[in-house]
């Protein structure tokens, strides 16, 4: 499975950014997509999944009630808006996928190569 982000940038606080994913490949492998992010000094943490199937979510506490993710099946796209952005969600976000949840939530088994995120 091959993931490839994309929409990353730089904007203010309080404002809001999608960044995408596009996985290819085995992507039957990949019931569950999400992001992982990870800030300059600071452990890589998870923001959110979603499965394939269900579409059922997950989401860090941290970013629950202002990041949305969704994903396009058909086209193996996994989209995360992020809203009322604050500084301390600033990092390079990470696409990951795995065929499990457990999988997911410790160790992803396919990993995008990310993209910027600046929250100013």
């Known amino acids: 499975v091959q993931l490839v982000e994309s929409g990353g940038g730089s904007v203010q606080a309080g404002g809001s950014l999608r960044v995408s994913c596009t996985g290819s490949?085995?992507?039957?492998?990949?019931?569950?997509m999400g992001w992982f992010r990870q800030a300059p000094g600071k452990e890589r943490e998870r923001v959110a999944h979603?499965?394939?199937?269900?579409?059922?979510?997950w989401y860090a506490e941290s970013v629950r009630g202002r990041f949305t993710i969704s994903r396009d099946s058909a086209k193996n796209i996994v989209y995360l808006q992020m809203d009322s952005l604050k500084p301390e969600d600033g990092g390079m976000y990470y696409c990951?996928?795995?065929?499990?949840?457990?999988?997911?939530?410790?160790?992803?088994?396919?990993w995008g190569q990310g993209t910027q995120v600046t929250v100013s």
């Open positions: 990951t996928a795995d065929p499990s949840v457990v999988g997911w939530l410790t160790h992803p088994k396919y």
């Open positions: 490949g085995e992507t039957r492998s990949a019931d569950y």
């Open positions: 979603i499965h394939s199937g269900s579409s059922n979510t």
